[in-house]
């Protein structure tokens, strides 16, 4: 049993196998997420970091093994994108999740529109839960951004933010980020790594995968380290720091390479 900050699991992945062909992507995965916990996935490129959590968001289903989400067991047979919603996961994709020319407020409902009772979309609630959601989930306040604003007036920061405070408002229990940071600037990744204190904070759960180990290393509660398909470690934060949790890792693929070589 791994330690972890919440009492009950958010999420369990049970001897997962993923096959693409004859390829063995995902080799006997298991992984445990507590239901106020932020595990850090890391893992050289190819790793399977992005498998696990197509898996976990009903993209790709699994060749074998279990998933349970929240105490309950997942029936594989029917999981979807759309169930894994309903399970309470929610991903956060680069750029994809978000509507370029839509207003913000359009942003929030995509899939799930609030109709009045003429059973046309209630413009007027919708827009006051986006503002809610912009100043209270989000904290956007005064940067001249408005529900109206369309999303490509947007930062990539802002836009990772959007996409995670729709994630927390609608009760996402885990949120997965998957490199959430790539091509943004250092102020920009500074609102993500905010962002992900405050699903902490809201008492939510978290997956964060970066190639930024300082990152990875500053918002997560454990760390979870992939190798070729393969976990290889499971470190809690509190028993490694960051330039021992760099060494390690820089150790691990020499190890790796040495073998390689003998
Ligand atoms: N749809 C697919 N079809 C076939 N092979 C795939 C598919 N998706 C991933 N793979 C293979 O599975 C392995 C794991 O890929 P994955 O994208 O999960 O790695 P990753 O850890 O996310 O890497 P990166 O850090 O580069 O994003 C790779 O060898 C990849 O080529
Ligand atoms: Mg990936």
Not at 21 to 30: M, Y
Not at 48 to 65: A, R, Y
Not at 212 to 237: H, M, P, Q, T, W
Request: aromatic share 8%; hydrophobic share 40%.
């Amino acid at each position: 049993m791994v330690e972890s900050s919440g009492n009950e699991f958010a999420l369990r992945m049970v001897n997962i196998e993923k096959y693409f062909g004859p390829v063995r992507a995902l080799k006997n995965i298991n992984l445990e997420v507590g239901s106020n916990e932020i595990v850090g996935l890391i893992g050289d490129n190819g790793a399977g970091k992005s498998t696990m959590v197509k898996i976990l968001t009903g993209v790709f289903l699994p060749t074998s093994g279990e998933l349970w989400v929240g105490g309950r067991k997942v029936d594989l047979s029917s999981y979807n994108v759309k169930r894994a919603h309903e399970y309470g996961l929610e991903t956060v994709y680069q750029d994809k999740s978000l509507g370029e020319k839509q207003a913000l407020w359009r942003n929030f409902f995509i899939g799930r529109q609030i109709a009045n009772r003429f059973g046309f979309i209630d413009v007027k609630k919708e827009k006051e839960i986006a503002s809610e959601i912009m100043l209270n989930t989000i904290g956007f306040r005064g940067r001249g951004i408005t529900v109206d604003s369309k999303v490509n007036k947007l930062s990539g920061g802002e836009r990772q933010g959007v996409a995670i405070g729709r994630a927390m408002h609608f009760e996402a229990e885990i949120i997965v980020l998957d490199e959430p940071t790539v091509a943004l600037s250092l102020k920009e990744v500074r609102k993500v790594l905010n962002f992900v204190h405050q699903i902490k904070a809201a008492g939510k759960a978290c997956i964060y995968i970066s190639h930024s180990l300082a990152d990875v290393y500053e918002i997560s509660d454990r760390f979870v380290v992939l190798d070729r398909g393969e976990v290889v470690a499971n470190i809690v934060k509190k028993d490694i720091g960051l330039k021992e949790l760099d060494e390690f890792l820089l150790d691990y693929a020499h190890g790796l390479k040495d073998r390689e070589e003998s």
